[in-house]
């Protein structure tokens, strides 16, 4: 019995660590990078002092500046954009089991995901590339990156999206047809609230993924459209400084931010939810 219990602290114990290990090695390149943007030294690598001035000197860096808006902007069209067309493809291959070309359509939908962004890179700009001097347009720039990151973005809330619609219960929604609903009804009352939080949850991951973006955005970008990201990339080749670390820093926050209100808010959301299905059930 003692052997057994030891055994179990150490266990116990031995998982703590290695997720202790774990969450330290996540966090603290992160907690570094958040450090020395009030480093006061010029260099990135040398602690001169507690300082503020990078974060005054942001103000007037206009290339970063104008980068951190592109990059925003960009990140929200692309995040509505992916979250618009993956719920529509998530419905198509849960609701819909067959119809004709649907194996080439999960493969289209599923094939940005396991294949290089290089490869995905490349290949938009030879088709835009051809366009272009077909058409006319686009010109590479903010619509040609923003193309370029839809086309990920899609393919992620469609596997989050779908994921999701694969666990309802479709009882819900046939009774509510039963009860006389028209159909786009049963969605916008039953299908649309309960995959919400899934559809929150693939707006905040595609924000990201377009937020920080680098191989995409460089093989679609053109004169006058550099994102964040390529500004960054571009100067670190020179050496990091604690301008970089402070919109870093900056962007950090945001993000963390965001993340915690919608946490936040999905999380009232269900238990107002659970509350009603229970007020419900004590009440037929």
């Known amino acids: 019995m003692q052997a057994s219990t030891t055994a179990t602290t150490g266990a116990r114990l031995l998982g703590r660590s290695w ?3 774990s969450f330290a090695f996540l966090y603290l390149p992160i907690f570094s990078l958040v450090l020395y943007s009030f480093n006061a030294a010029p260099s990135g690598v040398a602690w001169g002092g507690f300082s503020m001035r990078w974060y005054a000197a942001l103000g007037q860096d206009h290339e970063l500046l104008s980068g951190l808006w592109l990059s925003l902007r960009i990140a929200l069209l692309t995040a509505c954009g ?9 419905l198509a ?3 819909y089991r067959r119809f004709r070309g649907r194996t080439l359509f999960a493969g289209m939908i599923n094939a940005p995901l396991v294949m290089p962004e290089v490869i995905i890179g490349l290949s938009l700009l030879l088709m835009l ?4 001097r077909a058409l006319g347009y686009p010109e590479r720039g903010w619509l040609t990156i923003w193309l370029g990151h839809l086309l990920l973005g899609m393919a992620y809330a469609t596997v989050v999206i779908q994921a999701r619609l694969t666990e309802l219960n479709p009882q819900l929604e046939e009774a509510a047809l039963d009860l006389g609903a028209q159909p786009h009804q049963v969605f916008a ?3 649309l609230p309960l995959i919400a939080p899934s559809m929150a949850s693939a707006w905040l991951l595609t924000f ?3 937020l920080d973006d680098v191989v995409l955005s460089a093989f679609l970008s053109g004169p006058g459209a550099t994102t ?9 080749r020179l050496g990091i400084s604690p301008g970089i670390n402070a919109v870093a820093t900056l962007m950090v ?10 946490s936040w808010a999905l999380a009232r959301a269900e238990r107002r939810r659970t509350q009603e299905l229970a007020a419900a059930q004590r009440n037929p």
């Open 189 to 191: 009352l039953i299908t």
């Open 82 to 90: 992916s979250v618009l067309l993956g719920t529509l493809a998530a």
């Open 253 to 262: 926050a945001v993000v963390s931010i965001g993340v915690v209100l919608a």
């Open 228 to 236: 964040m990201p390529l500004v960054i990339f571009s100067r670190a």
């Open 19 to 21: 997720l202790a290990l």
């Open 208 to 210: 990201t993924l377009s």
């Open 93 to 95: 291959l849960v609701k």
């Open 129 to 132: 590339v051809s366009m272009q």
